[in-house]
């Protein structure tokens, strides 16, 4: 009972975490015909170098993004936050299931974003 004040807003981040993933998810998805549209590449290094097919590169990752990043990385742990808000006895072992899932799945996400060259600074 002494961790049931927090769960809320355990699950009120999880929540946030959740929707911020599957939008980010979903922009890049959207954004890889734009890159070359606006004349902008993946590689900040070589901005006068774009790769072939960056739509390509976007597709390749998709399924990281997607398993990896929004649902092992937002679902598994809004799933924990959920458990543990109605189930307070549970809440420390579902609590590490949810902090495991969450760093698994931002590493996942950095790993589809290295490799399809992604950054955040054709946002800018």
């Known amino acids: 009972d002494d961790v049931a004040p927090l769960l809320k807003s355990v699950?009120?981040?999880a929540a946030i975490g959740s929707v911020l993933v599957v939008a980010y998810g979903a922009?890049?998805?959207m954004a890889g015909d734009g890159?070359?549209?606006m004349g902008w590449y993946f590689?900040?290094?070589e901005p006068n170098a774009g790769i072939a097919n960056p739509a390509a590169a976007v597709a390749e990752q998709a399924l990281l993004v997607w398993l990896g990043g929004v649902v092992v990385g937002a679902a598994?742990?809004?799933g924990c936050a959920l458990a543990?808000?109605?189930?307070?006895?549970?809440?420390l072992p579902v609590a590490v299931v949810g902090a495991l899932?969450?760093?698994a799945g931002a590493v996942m996400l950095r790993?589809?974003?290295y490799a399809a060259g992604l950054s955040v600074f054709p946002l800018y």
């Open 35 to 37: 890159f070359t549209q």
């Open 43 to 45: 590689d900040p290094t």
């Open 76 to 78: 598994v742990p809004l």
């Open 101 to 103: 899932a969450t760093v």
């Open 27 to 29: 922009a890049s998805q």
């Open 84 to 91: 543990a808000w109605r189930k307070p006895v549970v809440a």
């Open 111 to 113: 790993m589809a974003f």
């Open 11 to 13: 699950v009120a981040a």
